[in-house]
Nanobody
């Protein structure tokens, strides 16, 4: 079991930056990669970014490259999502997830463990 707790979501203005944090606990040795996903009410959850755990190879949703950056600290068992130049369309609940099965990191199938989510709201 891996437990995940996100934090850092808040109400910001368009153009602002925000950093989300996800703290891992439990059987972190099983983690292959960490991912961030987001969901808007009424829409499917979508992939944001992922990073291999301990190796540091990031992967991003094409539309978010250049604005978002994922990083991880496998000593502190923390993963971050730095979001810059935020837009109202970035408003969503952001979830971190732990991948223990490998495969394509943008697919939810490899992530059995999820946090509770943190709300990010970007006002225009």
């Amino acid at each position: 079991q891996v437990q995940l707790v996100e934090s850092g979501g808040e109400l910001v203005q368009a153009g602002d930056s925000l950093r989300l944090t996800c703290a891992l606990s439990g059987n972190t040795f099983s983690v292959i990669a960490m991912g961030w996903f987001r969901q808007v009410p009424g829409k499917e959850r979508e992939f944001v970014a992922a990073i291999t755990w301990g190796g540091g190879y990031p992967e991003y949703a094409e539309s978010l490259k250049g604005r978002f950056a994922i990083s991880g600290d496998n000593v502190q068992n923390t993963v971050y999502l730095q979001m810059n130049s935020l837009k109202p369309d970035d408003t969503a609940v952001y979830y971190c997830a732990a991948n223990i099965y490998g495969g394509r990191l943008a697919r939810e199938a490899g992530y059995p463990y999820w946090g509770q989510g943190t709300q990010v709201t970007v006002s225009s």
